[in-house]
């Protein structure tokens, strides 16, 4: 919805809304930008990644390919060497995690309308003179979504298998500490939110002109369906939780406090 304008044609006003619907935006702004600072920093920090007693790899460095990586923390082996200090095990990863997020259906909305005020809010005038949509470079890049969904797949279930390594006691056998629990939480939240995915759903159901024929893929697709209708919880709950646990871990690894233990 456009600004109101004159009998001139001149835009008289921004919006004429007066609730205070500037802060969502700025509250998005906020929250991204935290965490992106986290990360950065998380990232280029490079230890306290890996609890080996209680077994916990903090996600941000999950999976570890790199041979830089602390022992015991590569549970699928170092396919990339040492390159150097400033190139950390993570950015072997974080591109396709980074690509499925920001070319996500939610977090466009949400950076598009914190960041590039295209549009701020529902019927608020945006301050740009042309729309473009995705059809030009970079925002054309925005399609590859669906591409970057089949390594976040594979990102998840990596770090589920992570999560059943932390099932290990400290003395040996079963176990189970606070940081385990934390990891469950976090990967379900994580699957969740990535077959919630618009693209996931399409995946499932798309194409497909008789439902009627297809019982078991419509079922499927009325599951997905009602989580894609939580996408935007889900998208920031997933956020919290990653960055949560990655901060437990690091916690944890850098002896700050001990990991309280459940069971062994």
């Avoid at 995915?197 to 697709?221: A, D, Q, T």
Wanted: hydrophobic share 45%; proline share 8%.
């Amino acid at each position: 919805m456009s600004a109101p304008t004159t009998t001139s044609g001149q835009r008289r006003a921004r919006t004429l809304r007066t609730d205070r619907w500037w802060l969502p935006p700025l509250g998005t702004a906020l929250g991204l930008s935290a965490f992106v600072i986290y990360g950065l920093v998380r990232t280029f920090m490079n230890q306290w990644y890996w609890a080996p007693d209680q077994h916990y790899l903090a996600p941000f460095f999950s999976p570890c390919l790199s041979e830089a990586c602390v022992p015991g923390a590569s549970h699928l082996g170092t396919p990339f060497p040492d390159l150097a200090p400033w190139v950390p095990p993570p950015v072997f990863v974080l591109p396709f995690v980074l690509g499925f997020r920001l070319t996500c259906y939610y977090y466009r909305k949400a950076y598009y309308r914190a960041f590039w005020a295209a549009p701020p809010a529902c019927a608020v005038t945006e301050p740009h003179r042309r729309y473009t949509g995705e059809s030009r470079f970079p925002l054309i890049l925005q399609n590859s979504h669906r591409y970057f969904f089949y390594t976040a797949l594979l990102v998840a279930a990596v770090l589920t298998y992570d999560t059943v390594l932390a099932f290990q006691g400290v003395n040996g056998g079963f176990g189970i500490g606070l940081g385990t629990l934390l990891m469950v939480v976090n990967v379900v939240l994580l699957w969740a939110y990535t077959l919630s995915c618009h693209s996931c759903r399409h995946l499932i159901g798309g194409r497909i002109n008789h439902f009627s024929k297809h019982p078991v893929r419509y079922r499927m697709w009325t599951w997905v369906s009602g989580l894609n209708g939580r996408h935007m919880s889900l998208a920031w709950a997933s956020l919290v939780s990653v960055a949560l646990v990655d901060l437990y871990v690091m916690l944890v690894a850098a002896g700050a406090f001990p990991d309280p233990r459940l069971i062994n």
